[in-house]
């Protein structure tokens, strides 16, 4: 775990644990807001860091490391500078069986960067073995270590261990970060510091208890779950969070009222506009969306000559100004499905798609291709298979032709679906992410060069 301060204190502090899928740019922000004073990512594999490319998106306002495919890996913007740990991983606690790994791992670390290290662990089965790991971790040079008080097996109804924990705090000089009381000890604010007296711990880290409700770290108590849960859907939109990383965090706060209609109106939403009209924010939506746009058309006014257009003669393309709406189709019929079938069954050569992507903002526009005709649409999209749909339909209305919408649906296509699975590389499916807590692609991001970042050295 990388540091991006060399002077951040760890004594007498509230951490928010790094969380899979929950550890994302919106749920940081919260829990700063509401007190915490280091807040951890979630972990992210160091393989996939390295391929990854730093761009600074003017349009949020955040820094960005995106992987080859397009995807934001890891987020980060100006008000959690020096707040915040990058949580790298792997072998998670599959390391505790090697401790000449560890080791090795956190020396190279300690050695390899001027920001501070820490790690996190579990207890070993003995409390001979624990003392003895962590002592080999202290003099790798670490500058705190975090411990989870159970061993590697046990799961959260597992009573956590104070005992060792203070054992560990009580054996090293460095700070020792208390973590896993969320289950038996911290339900409020003042219960964190009570867990932090019974381990002798430097600082408390909370997990599942800041994932349910984040004001578990606000002194005053915590807030009314409705007032987190909009407030983290609007650091959510701000920050072009996807909408399932969105989704999944928001039903570990709804919990127990996931049955109730605004819970059911929630697992049905399929956009961030849905989630956002689920919980009565329909109209906030709308003015961050028109803001974002109006953000992105000032970028792309002041640097004209890195907006990246076809690379086609357009003279003889036939443009409308479309958009693909998925909740307008049926889960199984796509706009590219209707334009393959009906050229099929005109026997034409199947339709050509050519895709580009502007630079500056990474929005995607697509030309289709039937019968040595052009169609596209005017209006860029965020992903290469949303610009493919937009410009199938630009095709199918010049010509008069359905587009698979809910209210022309044809069974044909139903049927062509079963036979063909894959004759649609575009389909529904695909515009989905493959790991519903990974992030989308970057919609908004411009590449600078030239120009010093406020964030510059993430």
Sequence with gaps: MILNNLSLCYQNKLVLAPMVRVGTLPMRLLALDYGADIVYCEELIDLKMLQCKRVVNEVLSTVDFVAPDDRVVFRTCEKEQNRVVFQMGGMGAALLSDPDKIEKILSTLVKGTHRPVTCKIRILPSLEDTLSLVKRIERTGIA????????????????????????????????????????????????????????????????????????????????????????????????????????????????????????????????????????????????????????????LARIPEEVGEPAEDTSGVIKMAVKFDRRAYPPQITPKMCLLEWCRKEKLAQP??????????????????????????????????????????????????????????????????RETPDQDPGGPRAQEPALPGELCKKPFAAFKSSEESPLEGW
């Excluded at 009314?224 to 701000?238: C, G, S, T, W």
């Excluded at 969105?246 to 697992?267: A, F, I, N």
């Excluded at 697509?366 to 965020?382: G, M, N, P, R």
């Design 352 to 417: 050509v798609y050519e895709t580009v992507q502007r630079p500056l903002d990474r929005l995607f526009c697509s030309i289709v291709t039937v019968a040595e005709q052009k169609y596209q649409s005017t209006l860029w999209d965020k992903s290469k298979k949303l610009a493919e749909q937009t410009a199938a339909i630009v095709c199918l209305r010049s010509q008069g032709l359905p587009e698979g919408r809910l209210s022309e649906e044809s069974p044909s296509l139903h049927k062509r679906k």
């Design 144 to 299: 705190a270590i975090a411990v989870h008080g159970r061993k590697r097996e046990e799961r959260p109804q597992h009573p956590v261990s104070c005992e060792i924990i203070k054992a560990i705090a009580e054996t090293l000089s460095i700070p020792v970060i208390a973590n896993g009381g969320s289950h038996d000890h911290i339900q409020q604010h003042l219960d964190i510091e009570n867990f932090r007296q019974a381990t002798a711990a430097s600082s408390v880290m909370v997990a599942r208890a800041a994932m349910w409700n984040p004001s578990i770290f606000l002194k005053d108590g915590l807030r009314p779950l409705e007032e987190v849960m909009e407030k983290y859907i609007r650091y959510a939109v701000q920050y072009d969070n996807h909408y399932t990383n969105t989704k999944y965090c928001l039903c570990q706060m709804l919990r127990e009222q996931l049955e109730s209609p605004q819970g059911r109106l929630l697992h049905a939403a399929r956009s961030s506009q849905e989630i956002c009209e689920a919980f009565g924010l329909g109209t906030f939506y709308k003015e961050a969306t028109r803001e974002l746009d109006a953000r992105r058309a000032e970028l």
